[in-house]
């Protein structure tokens, strides 16, 4: 006795052969928005370049990770004295370099195997709290150690995320 009944089939009737649209690569790169029929959707661009446009949103959020960076580098520099044109110094230099390479980072994070992108991101992540931690005045041993331990661990939670989520 059968468990399942047939359902019927239906008949394809035969078309002529379409092209497929292009499924979005791993990379980023879009899809330029031809349609099967050879047309183009109102406002797309005639070639697209395959770079990957930048948000807004991934500006504002390495600018203001910048600053966060450049302010608190100048709080620690400033020991609870007077501000000075070096501490604002300081505070401006560290903070657009933090802001450069995290956009940086992000915008090329894409294109990277796991592996490097999680040393990418404890490299930043560690160097940046060993740098921190220089301006508290201890040894350059004891800020490199703990650059270092902050770098890998960062490298290891890095890793796992990315090695749980993707397929």
Do not use: C
């Amino acid at each position: 006795m059968a468990t399942q009944t047939p359902t019927p089939a239906r008949h394809r009737t035969l078309k002529p052969h379409l092209p497929r649209p292009h499924l979005p690569r791993h990379d980023g790169a879009r899809h330029d928005g031809a349609r099967h029929d050879g047309a183009r959707p109102q406002g797309a661009r005639p070639q697209d370049s395959g770079r990957r446009r930048v948000s807004p949103r991934l500006v504002g959020n390495s600018l203001l990770l910048g600053i966060a960076y450049g302010v608190y580098a100048s709080y620690i520099a400033r020991g609870g004295g007077p501000a000075t044109y070096g501490q604002l110094a300081l505070a401006l230099i560290s903070g657009a370099l933090v802001a450069l390479l995290v956009f940086g980072l992000v915008l090329v994070q894409h294109r990277l195997m796991r592996e490097v992108r999680a040393a990418a991101w404890g490299v930043l992540v560690g160097g940046g709290m060993g740098f921190l931690y220089s301006l508290t005045n201890h040894s350059v041993m004891l800020s490199s150690g703990i650059g270092l331990a902050i770098g890998a661990a960062t490298v290891f939670v890095v890793f796992y995320a990315l090695y749980t989520r993707e397929p």
